[in-house]
Nanobody, 125 residues
């Protein structure tokens, strides 16, 4: 098992930046691929970004490509989502997720076995 805790969400003006963190428990963080998802009321959880165990591959939703960067520091058991040029449309609860089995379906919430509690990001106009 792995326990995930997101932090860093807050109110920010459009055009601003935030960095979300996802702290993982245990000593095996490096064995998990990680993803970031977001969700707004009334909608399904939406893929944002994913990163492989080795940090060699990253994937992004078209809506955030060029603005968001996913990264990880396995020595610190932490994954990050750097969000720049934020838009009001980015407002959502952001969740990190982990899976021991990464596949081409990195964009699917069903791929991930472990989830954090979420952190609210609000982008004002």
């Amino acid at each position: 098992q792995v326990q995930l805790v997101e932090s860093g969400g807050e109110l920010v003006q459009a055009g601003g930046s935030l960095r979300l963190s996802c702290a993982a428990s245990g000593r095996t963080f490096g064995t998990y691929a990680m993803g970031w998802f977001r969700q707004v009321p009334g909608k399904d959880r939406e893929f944002v970004a994913a990163i492989s165990r080795s940090n060699s591959s990253t994937y992004y939703a078209d809506s955030v490509k060029g603005r968001f960067t996913i990264s990880r520091d396995n020595a610190k058991n932490t994954a990050y989502l750097q969000m720049n040029s934020l838009k009001p449309e980015d407002t959502a609860v952001y969740y990190c997720a982990a899976t021991a089995l990464f596949s081409g379906r990195y964009y699917s919430p069903d791929t991930y076995d472990y989830w954090g509690q979420g952190t609210q990001v609000t982008v004002s106009s």
